[in-house]
């Protein structure tokens, strides 16, 4: 049975067949299973893989918003130092490549900061999660993974100064992958930020100027026309503070005309054209930047015999800090381009303007106005595309008067108007009385004692600033406003009377149509428009060609410019006295008169005043010929705006920056709190010992060798030419030519570079002119007939490279290194490298 049934094989072969088909069906399991498999970790590698590279664009996109900040302030930190590489030693000692890194460290840290200030003894800063996340869209903004949330919920990463570079520190992004959310990529880094090298191979700033004189540029010698060619720089470091025309700078007298092309026209002081003589200002023939003027006043004047008919014509930028003043008879100035009188208040370093705005300046020379003090004057201002009046005119004080006429103890006295005629300052006018008391019954104001003295009993005053009365023959008890003031020899107060309904009566402004008065003075004190404690300002002069008594003259005392201005036009408009005046107005114009910008159709510009503007009104004219006086305000807030403001702080800073060194960015100038070498009636800034004066600033005044040095070296010229080129090293006084042509081989033809302690006195005309540069650490004068000074940067460059190379240079050597390195026209390094990409990752870190 049993070999029977072994001998049966019916079915095996059925039974290998399932044995086979079940492990086909198993191994066909395995291999989908692998493939499966396969397929789901090709899939995942892909999304790890995408979602990496979308959270590693996130990263990059951090990067490329902080590289581009980087490029911003590296050309900020690069313009500055190039704006100032002809002063490579700062106040502070620190060579322009450490400027230029420390200002591109400022400006990096205040950004990703939020405006913390860049200290190079700190180390340790803390960077705004919001600045970086200001670089993405607001999809990659929520991978972004803030910090922790300081007090204020505020969050900040660390930001660490190593060395000259700046590090983020954890930068970190997280992304989920945007389709198969189980896949998450998180990275870590830190951001490394090194300070970008930068070279150049700019030309120097001083090479462009054709003088450099510390004192003044004086065309005064009887009616020459000089010529000049190239920037400018007058010092005035002789300034006496009894002799008020030393504070000129460019000095135009005589007859005298000259003419000046340049692209910077820069002076300590004024410039002052007297005496029937000619100023015109414009472009430098090789440039198409127009100029720019940076000085305290313009002003022209009669000479001592009387002699006015001065010409203006000035086509520039034109910033003056303090006023122009056409006070010859007869002179006519044009100004074209753009003019801004800039300053408004006495210190800029603290104010603001909003929510408190400080007080505009009581001081007439920080308050820029334009007034005509002249008769038969014209100011043409139809060229200008700007005009800015920031400030208001004065009856100012003066520091001396000739013929023993002397200033007693008085104030400035601010007016309403930005542009105005002498004249207009009567219409603030009330009254005058003399010391001793003598006719001070007279007029609308009257002494206490006077009065008491001519009618004993007949004075009633309070004892306070009030109200008051007074009698007269006609009339008892006349109302008064009583108030007084110090003395001016210090022994007491004065009392005073002001007969304020006369004044009234006199100025016959009319009532409104419903009987309340226009013009109430009580009221004007009662609501804040003039002074309750003084109504009226005090200014005091002796004369003794008027009186052998002080004279005391009373004007009404405003609180502000903009109450002065709506008083005067009021008065101007509708006073009884408006006839009289605008006859006397008239007289300081001529048939032009003052002609304003017209930007009527397409024309572009503004004009902006603080106070009223007079003008003439041609369109109404006089018998004569004579246009109107009329008055316009363009701002009638008549208070700076904040744009305003920092153009005014900027213009400040800028001009003293220019005094120091010619530059538009000088730490001594930043770090200043007033922005103004000169301070109210402190001259201590002024004179040659001054360490902030030009001369001392480039020159090695120490040095320079006793007597005189004259020679000259081949130069070759970038077109090939070799030519020579002299120099003059004195430690006196300088004549060009006769000094130089003196010397054997010297040429009147060379261009030439003259470095003089002293005064240098340049003779010439138009085919023998100076070419070159003098700096001179007095005067520069223009003496000859037709005296031409031209600027040659080329060839003084050139000389000063050749003279560096000699065993024994004659001056390179005097001069400071701050000019050195001007010359040298270098920066950082030799630009051989150069990083373009600063930006880059440390500690990188991926899902860890």
Same mark, same amino acid.
């Given at each position: ?41 090709? +899939? ?24 581009? *900040? ?7 930190? !690069? *313009? ?44 340790? !800063? ?23 949330? @300081? ?24 992304? *989920? ?245 002498? +004249? ?11 010391? +001793? ?184 004219? @006089? ?216 930006? +880059? ?8």
């Amino acid at each position: 049975m049993m070999k029977r049934f072994l001998k049966d094989k019916s079915g095996s072969s059925l039974v290998l067949v399932m044995i086979c088909m079940s492990f086909l069906i198993l191994l066909a399991g395995a291999v989908i299973t692998t493939t499966i498999t396969n397929i789901y970790l090709k +899939s995942s590698q892909k999304a790890t893989q995408e979602n990496f590279y979308q959270t590693d664009s996130i990263l990059d996109a951090i990067a490329a918003g902080i590289q581009n *900040e980087s490029s911003a302030a590296s050309a900020s930190a !690069y *313009e500055k130092a190039l704006g100032e590489y002809n002063a490579s030693l700062t106040s502070s000692g620190n060579s322009l490549d450490n400027k230029y890194i420390k200002d591109f460290l400022t400006d990096m840290v205040s950004k990703l900061t939020g405006g913390t200030a860049y200290d190079p003894n700190i180390t340790s !800063y803390q960077y705004l999660d919001s600045v970086l996340e200001s670089y993405l869209t607001d999809e990659q903004a929520k991978s972004y993974i803030r910090h922790p949330a @300081d007090s204020n919920g505020i969050t900040k990463g660390n930001l660490v100064l190593d060395g000259d570079a700046l590090i983020l520190k954890d930068v970190k992004v997280i992304k *989920e992958h945007d389709t198969q959310k189980d896949y998450e990529t998180t990275l870590t880094t830190d951001i490394r930020i090194e300070v970008p090298t930068v070279s150049t191979e700019a030309h120097s700033e001083y090479l462009n100027y054709a003088i450099l004189a510390d004192n003044q540029i004086l065309a005064d010698n009887g009616s020459i026309f000089a010529k000049v060619n190239g920037n400018m720089y007058a010092g005035t470091v002789e300034r006496d503070a009894t002799k008020e025309d030393t504070k000129a700078g460019i000095v135009i007298s005589g007859g005298a005309k000259l003419k000046i092309n340049a692209d910077q026209i820069i002076t300590r002081g004024d410039v002052s054209v007297s005496g029937g003589s000619a100023l015109e200002i414009g472009k430098s023939a090789s440039s198409d930047k127009n100029a720019e003027l940076w000085a305290e006043n313009i002003l022209t004047s009669n000479s001592s015999t009387g002699a006015g008919g001065n010409e203006v014509n000035i086509n520039a930028t034109s910033y003056i800090a303090d006023d122009m003043e056409i006070a010859g008879d007869d002179d006519s100035v044009t100004l074209k381009g753009k003019y801004y009188g800039y300053n408004f208040v006495d210190n800029y370093s603290n104010v603001v303007v909003s929510p408190a705005p400080k007080k505009l300046s009581t001081k007439a020379e920080y308050s820029s106005s334009i007034s005509i003090n002249g008769h038969d004057d014209d100011l043409l201002m139809t060229g200008l595309s700007e005009l800015v009046l920031a400030g208001r005119t004065f009856i100012s004080k003066k520091t001396t008067y000739a013929n023993d006429v002397k200033p007693l103890n008085n104030p400035d006295i601010e007016l309403g108007e930005s542009l105005a005629v002498k +004249s207009g300052q009567l219409s603030y006018f009330v009254g005058a009385v003399t010391s +001793s008391g003598s006719g001070a019954t007279d007029g609308f104001v009257k002494r206490v004692d006077a009065l008491e003295n001519a009618n004993p009993g007949c004075v009633h005053a309070t004892s306070v600033p009030g109200k008051g009365t007074f009698d007269t023959d006609s009339q008892k008890g006349r109302p008064c406003y009583y108030f007084a003031v110090p003395s001016s020899d210090g022994t007491g107060d004065v009392q005073y009377l002001f007969d304020y309904l006369s004044y009234e009566e006199r100025i016959g402004i009319p009532d409104n149509a419903d009987g309340t008065k226009q013009f109430d003075v009580l009221k004007m004190i009662t609501d804040g428009e003039l002074d309750a404690a003084q109504p009226l300002k005090l200014y005091s002069r002796k004369d003794k060609n008027v009186s052998a008594d002080d004279i005391h003259y009373f004007y009404l005392s405003f609180v502000d410019s903009k109450a002065a201005s709506r008083f005067f036009d009021l008065f101007y408009n509708q006073s009884a006295q408006q006839t009289i005046y605008d006859t006397v107005n008239k007289t300081y114009v001529d048939t032009i008169g003052i002609q304003l910008p017209s930007f009527a159709g397409n024309k572009v510009g503004y004009i902006l005043s603080s106070g009223n503007i007079m003008y003439s009104d041609n369109t109404q004219k @006089d018998v004569n010929g004579k246009g109107k006086i009329a008055l316009r305000l363009e701002n009638t807030l008549q208070t700076p705006s904040n744009s305003f403001l920092q153009f005014a702080k900027e213009s400040s800073k800028l001009y003293m920056s220019k005094q120091l060194a010619l530059v538009d960015d000088y730490e001594t100038a930043a770090n200043s709190s007033n922005w103004r070498l000169y301070e109210t009636g402190d001259l201590s800034k002024s004179g040659k010992s001054d360490s902030t004066n030009l001369f001392n600033t480039l020159v090695k005044v120490n040095d320079i060798p006793v007597g005189t040095k004259i020679g000259h070296y081949p130069i070759t010229r970038e077109n090939g030419n070799t030519v020579q080129c002299g120099y003059i090293i004195s430690d006196g006084d300088v004549t060009w030519p006769n000094d130089y042509t003196n010397q054997a081989g010297c040429s009147l033809s060379d261009p030439c570079f003259i470095l003089a302690k002293g005064k240098v006195t340049v003779l010439g005309s138009d085919a023998n002119s100076f070419n070159g540069l003098i700096i001179s650490g007095n005067d520069v004068e223009l003496a000859a007939a037709s005296t031409t000074v031209n600027s040659d940067s080329e060839a003084i460059e050139k000389l000063f490279e050749y003279d560096k190379k000699q065993a024994k240079p004659v001056f390179y050597n005097l001069m400071q290194e701050y000019f050195r390195k001007s010359v040298e026209a270098a920066i950082g390094n030799d630009g051989s490298s150069s990083n373009t990409n600063n930006v +880059s990752y440390e500690n990188w870190k991926k899902n860890g």
